[in-house]
């Protein structure tokens, strides 16, 4: 079909009537169609040679984009099997807590572990609160109640054991230590001024009774304050504290 297609295209064109002749026209026919053959038969290598240069460009290309990424993969891998350090912050200190078994104190101010053992101890009273204090911690406990004029706390913190306590009952404690807001405010200094002592030492004279050794901070004379341990092991202040 496409040769009588070609063919009655060259007749078309050069027509029965023109110059060549059938043999002429049928020669011309025959020159094209060989013409063409020959030009779909060229093409056809470089076609191939063509999708074989393809072909070989995307291996090419495939084969260094897989060695360049193969680097990459080895090391994440290594990072993956390697945990990443990190600096390990150091623990916070509380610097309000205070060694366990030190004998030496630089404040009266309470911790804020005994703030909240007071205010607990000041609304309930009871005394398995203290126990584990030390002498040093009662004699803070002591001074709290005295600056915060909480006389009923004053007086469950006294060792009350023995006849050197002369108080059976609060009321009768309450009415002798009662004081005017002039008696108040001579307390509230002379607080302050034992709030600027820096070194208080301990002293275990028995295992019932401690000296808490520290001066007097107006006249710096040497002052002990005496702390014993009731029937119950609990340390308290005796009715006369100053040794």
């Known amino acids: 079909m496409v040769k009588q297609r070609l063919k009655q295209e060259l007749d078309d064109m050069i027509g029965k009537d023109k110059l060549f002749n059938q043999e002429q026209k049928q020669a011309i026919f025959n020159r094209i169609e060989s013409g063409g053959?020959?030009?779909?038969?060229?093409?056809?290598?470089?076609?191939?040679?063509?999708?074989?240069?393809?072909?070989?460009?995307?291996?090419?290309?495939?084969?260094?984009?897989e060695v360049s990424f193969a680097p990459n993969k080895g090391k994440e891998a290594e990072e993956s099997t390697h945990p990443v350090e990190t600096e390990e912050s150091e623990p916070v200190q509380d610097e309000t807590k205070e060694p366990e078994d030190t004998n030496e104190y630089t404040s009266l101010q309470l911790?804020?572990?005994?703030?909240?053992?007071?205010?607990?101890?000041?609304?309930?009273h009871d005394e398995k609160l203290l126990e584990g204090l030390k002498p040093f911690d009662i004699f803070r406990l002591y001074h709290e109640s005295m600056i915060q004029f909480d006389r009923r706390t004053e007086f469950e913190l006294y060792y009350q054991e023995g006849?050197?306590?002369?108080?059976?009952?609060?009321?009768?404690?309450a009415t002798d230590l009662a004081m005017d807001?002039?008696?108040?405010?001579?307390?509230?200094?002379?607080?302050?001024?034992?709030?600027?002592?820096?070194?208080?030492?301990?002293?275990?004279?028995?295992?019932?009774?401690?000296l808490i050794h520290y001066e007097e901070p107006t006249e710096g004379n040497p002052l002990s304050f005496r702390v014993v341990k009731n029937s119950n092991g609990v340390w308290k202040i005796p009715w006369i504290p100053f040794h």
């Open 37 to 65: 053959h020959s030009e779909v038969k060229s093409k056809r290598p470089f076609f191939m040679a063509g999708l074989t240069i393809a072909v070989v460009s995307i291996a090419v290309v495939l084969f260094l984009s």
């Open 181 to 210: 807001e002039v008696g108040k405010q001579n307390y509230r200094d002379f607080y302050q001024e034992l709030l600027t002592i820096d070194q208080f030492e301990i002293e275990y004279v028995s295992d019932h009774e401690a």
């Open 111 to 124: 911790t804020d572990e005994l703030d909240e053992i007071y205010q607990q101890y000041a609304q309930t």
């Open 163 to 173: 006849q050197y306590f002369p108080y059976d009952e609060f009321e009768p404690f």
